[in-house]
């Protein structure tokens, strides 16, 4: 075994208390340790700590958030061995210890990609031959040599991400914790990013820890993972154990994502169908799924879709030859579209294609340059903005831009006393949304202390509260576990069912799978594809052009089945009917 980088004992934090109060438990008496070299995935729900436990492992809290801590957190200092926290400058241990955020515009600072990677090692004087040396081999590990000249302002997202990863990979840590670095990417972008952790990886003596919630693709690449838990931490465990013992519970009791893989293999065992191990990856349920259902044999064209789904027809929202610039920036080229009552749209595209600025179109926030957008068939430049913004809901993708208030429960309520409804029935839609989103306990807690995940189910409570004709959320399950995804999207149909119209962006491409009744794809500010989830996935030209990528389980269905499938339910069903109807074990 090898020997410990990072070792903590008996360990609590209290976040800091407001306005005279108690602090709040955060971390109960955590114990771990992580092995030199290792890779481990920290996993739980949103809100169980899991940023907290990582802020607390660089730093970041206490040091500069406040609050209090007990027990200790030793490091492998690379001359004195395992060292307290306690007994390093704070610049020490950021040279330890450091962390990627999940937003990369988050942490660039300043114009150039040089300037960036150099930035923090100027601030430690290092010498500036030895500067030069390490911007050159961070850009070296992240793929992109000859990107020192570059402006950050023109990278794409992948790419800001990877000069933010490389700033701190020209520190040199021991260890480096990446707190969802994907989020904020497209598919495209998440590949490259997760290409280049393979790549440290394979050059680097480093160890790495994740916070991650969609692990279709990191979950078969750690090494070990780590679960945070009603305050505590548990582990660390073999990732194939943790799902063998654990199966289902993962996902149904403790409400967190498994991939798609590992969902099909333990439903396929619950149903009685035995794989010889839990699969974590596509290939590996492949293979193992072979000798049971043998080649595939395609039963029809993956183009068409196994169903039309039963939408209404009359639309809420009309876009008619819309342009748009930013400047001399043009953002959006003749795009027409239509949102229509009853049904689920799903907006999708690589990073600046354009998708949050066509929504803003939606409600008046921005105005197109020419042509016009219609709400209920009315030019929404002839709508008094209150009243637009009543009709059409908006919740922006930084769910800070929306808070207003001192308390989660004043937050809600806020839309409710602007509609002029009784007391008595704003308390009760509060409780009831509330309760709907798992806030109870931070009813009377500022919105700004939220973590990222509750952050954004305050934020689409407040808007869909009034039950408004439209609602348009930009990435409206970012940070969310199983649970918490599985019960918005939920509410969503229901509104739909009702009669709204519901537009999400998203880069989730499971969640289009799922949800979605048609999807539009944006890509260099024109609309490059209108249709079913299941004609997107079966057109590989408009996936590589918009640097999307088709889930999991449809690839499953192709290489399993011979034919494509959206859902897990659906894909466990034809291999029973394929393997037949007695179930045999693999051996």
């Given at each position: 075994?090898?020997?410990?980088?990072l070792?903590?004992?008996d360990y609590?934090?209290w976040?800091?208390?407001?306005?005279?109060?108690?602090g709040?438990?955060?971390?109960?008496?955590?114990?771990l340790?992580?092995?030199?070299?290792?890779?481990?995935l920290?996993?739980?729900?949103?809100?169980?700590?899991?940023?907290?436990l990582?802020l607390?492992?660089v730093g970041?809290?206490?040091?500069?958030?406040?609050?209090?801590?007990?027990?200790?957190?030793?490091?492998?200092?690379?001359?004195r061995?395992?060292?307290?926290?306690?007994e390093?400058?704070?610049?020490?241990?950021?040279?330890l210890?450091n962390?990627l955020?999940?937003n990369?515009e988050?942490?660039?600072v300043?114009?150039t990609?040089?300037?960036?990677?150099g930035?923090?090692?100027?601030?430690?004087?290092?010498?500036?031959a030895e500067?030069?040396?390490?911007i050159?081999r961070?850009?070296?590990?992240v793929?992109l040599?000859?990107?020192r000249?570059?402006?950050t302002?023109?990278?794409?997202?992948?790419?800001?991400q990877?000069v933010?990863l490389?700033?701190?990979?020209?520190?040199?840590?021991?260890?480096?914790i990446?707190d969802?670095?994907?989020?904020?990417?497209?598919?495209?972008?998440?590949?490259?990013v997760?290409e280049t952790v393979?790549r440290i990886?394979?050059?680097?003596d480093l160890?790495?820890m994740?916070?991650?919630?969609?692990?279709?693709?990191?979950f078969?690449r750690?090494d070990?993972?780590?679960?945070?838990e009603d305050?505590?931490?548990?582990?660390?465990?073999?990732p194939?154990e943790?799902?063998?013992?654990?199966?289902?519970?993962?996902?149904?009791?403790?409400g967190?994502w498994?991939?798609?893989?590992?969902e099909?293999?333990?439903?396929l065992?619950?149903?009685?169908?035995e794989?010889p191990?839990?699969?974590?990856?596509?290939?590996?349920?492949?293979?193992?799924?072979?000798?049971?259902v043998?080649?595939?044999?395609?039963?029809?064209?993956?183009?068409?879709?196994?169903?039309?789904?039963?939408?209404g027809s009359d639309?809420?929202?009309?876009?008619?030859?819309?342009?748009?610039?930013?400047?001399?920036?043009r953002?959006?080229k003749?795009v027409?579209?239509?949102a229509?009552?009853?049904e689920?749209?799903?907006i999708?595209g690589?990073?600046?294609?354009?998708?949050?600025?066509?929504?803003?179109?939606?409600?008046?926030?921005?105005?197109?340059?020419?042509?016009?957008v219609?709400?209920?068939g009315?030019?929404?430049?002839?709508?008094?903005?209150a009243h637009?913004v009543?009709?059409?809901?908006?919740?922006?993708?930084?769910?800070?831009?929306?808070f207003i208030?001192?308390?989660?429960?004043?937050?809600i309520a806020?839309?409710?006393?602007?509609?002029?409804?009784e007391?008595?029935?704003?308390?009760?839609?509060?409780?009831?949304y509330?309760?709907?989103?798992?806030?109870l306990d931070?009813?009377?807690?500022s919105?700004?202390?939220?973590?990222?995940?509750?952050k954004?189910r305050?934020?689409v409570?407040?808007?869909?509260v009034?039950?408004?004709d439209?609602?348009?959320?930009d990435e409206?399950?970012?940070g969310?576990?199983?649970?918490?995804?599985?019960?918005?999207?939920?509410?969503?149909?229901?509104?739909?069912a009702?009669?709204a119209?519901?537009?999400?962006?998203?880069?989730?491409m499971?969640?289009?799978?799922?949800?979605?009744?048609r999807?539009?794809?944006?890509?260099d500010?024109?609309i490059l594809?209108?249709?079913?989830?299941?004609?997107?996935f079966?057109?590989?030209?408009?996936l590589t052009?918009?640097?999307?990528?088709?889930?999991p389980v449809?690839?499953m269905g192709?290489h399993?089945?011979?034919?494509?499938?959206?859902v897990i339910?659906?894909f466990?069903?034809?291999?029973?009917e394929?393997?037949?109807d007695?179930?045999?074990?693999?051996i």
């Open positions: 075994m090898s020997s410990p980088v070792v903590v004992e609590s934090y976040f800091r208390g407001q306005a005279g109060r108690p709040v438990l955060a971390l109960d008496n955590v114990n340790e992580i092995e030199k070299g290792s890779f481990t920290i996993l739980g729900r949103s809100g169980s700590g899991k940023s907290t990582a607390n492992l970041i809290y206490p040091d500069y958030f406040g609050g209090k801590n007990s027990g200790r957190i030793l490091i492998d200092h690379p001359e061995g395992l060292v307290n926290r306690r390093l400058t704070r610049g020490e241990r950021f040279r210890v962390m955020f999940q990369p988050d942490q660039i300043t114009l990609v040089e300037e960036e990677v930035f923090a090692l100027e601030n430690y004087l290092f010498p500036t500067i030069h040396r390490r050159d961070a850009l070296d590990l793929g040599r000859g990107f000249e570059r402006s302002l023109k990278l794409s997202g992948g790419e800001k990877r933010a490389a700033s701190l990979l020209a520190l040199e840590p021991r260890v480096l990446l969802e670095p994907t989020s904020n990417l497209d598919p495209a972008g998440t590949e490259e997760l393979d990886r394979e050059l680097v160890t790495l994740v916070v991650e919630h969609e692990v279709d693709e990191v078969d750690v070990q993972v780590v679960l945070v305050k505590q931490v548990r582990g660390p465990f073999h194939r943790f799902m063998a013992e654990r199966g289902l519970h993962v996902r149904d009791d403790l967190l498994i991939p798609q893989a590992t099909a293999g333990l439903e065992a619950r149903q009685g169908v794989l191990r839990v699969p974590l990856s596509v290939a590996e349920l492949v293979e193992d799924l072979a000798p049971m043998g080649e595939p044999e395609p039963s029809r064209s993956p183009g068409v879709p196994d169903f039309v789904p039963e939408v639309p809420a929202i009309q876009v008619e030859d819309v342009w748009f610039s930013y400047g001399e920036h953002v959006l003749g027409s579209l239509q229509r009552r009853g689920l749209l799903a999708v690589q990073n600046g294609s354009g998708k949050s600025t066509l929504a803003s179109m939606f409600n008046g926030i921005l105005r197109p340059d020419s042509g016009r219609l709400v209920e009315k030019p929404t430049t002839e709508y008094e903005f637009l009543k009709r059409v809901a908006y919740i922006f993708q930084v769910p800070e831009k929306q208030r001192n308390t989660v429960e004043e937050e806020h839309g409710l006393k602007l509609l002029g409804l007391e008595e029935e704003i308390g009760q839609r509060v409780d009831e509330l309760e709907r989103f798992q806030l931070q009813r009377e807690l919105p700004y202390v939220l973590s990222h995940g509750q954004r305050l934020s409570a407040c808007m869909v009034a039950e408004p439209v609602v348009v959320l409206p399950t970012f969310q576990d199983f649970y918490q995804a599985r019960n918005l999207m939920e509410m969503l149909e229901g509104l739909a009702k009669g119209a519901v537009v999400f962006i998203t880069h989730d499971r969640l289009v799978a799922e949800y979605a009744d999807c539009c794809v944006l890509c500010g024109e594809f209108e249709g079913v989830p299941l004609e997107l079966a057109s590989p030209d408009v052009r918009a640097k999307l990528k088709a889930p449809y690839e192709l399993i089945l011979g034919e494509p499938t959206l339910p659906r466990v069903e034809r291999v029973k394929i393997a037949g007695q179930p045999r074990a693999v």
